[in-house]
């Protein structure tokens, strides 16, 4: 079955940086895309980035310059290099692939205070 696994998380100051990693079993890593959202507490869950099969990136406005995907397809890995982080980047992120919408890892908390 199709599992995703993330971890990196941790408790950041203002500015910051942190890199997330989404470990994927159970499907043929190197075709598919892969997204990244988060959930702060309070909020609906929100898109932050994806990435294709061609690494090719996509992100939100709000991450825009500041947060970079990437993937290994070896590891079939991908990564959410965070930088320069906000107080407003506090949430539970997730990796998700469009393939298999319902599955969801355990998410990783990232905290950004002082």
């Known amino acids: 079955q199709v599992q995703l696994v993330e971890s990196g998380g941790g408790l950041v100051q203002p500015g910051g940086s942190l890199r997330l990693s989404c470990a994927v079993s159970g499907t043929i890593f190197s075709i598919r895309t892969i997204d990244w959202y988060r959930q702060a507490p309070g909020k609906q869950r929100e898109l932050v980035g994806s990435?294709?099969?061609?690494?090719?990136?996509n992100y939100a406005d709000f991450v825009q310059g500041r947060f970079i995907i990437s993937r290994d397809n070896a590891k079939k890995t991908v990564y959410l290099q965070m930088n320069s982080l906000k107080p407003e980047d506090t949430a539970v992120y997730y990796c998700?692939?469009?393939?298999?919408?319902?599955?969801w890892g355990q998410g990783t908390q990232v905290t950004v205070s002082s």
């Open positions: 998700n692939t469009p393939k298999y919408p319902e599955v």
């Open positions: 990435i294709s099969a061609s690494a090719n990136t």
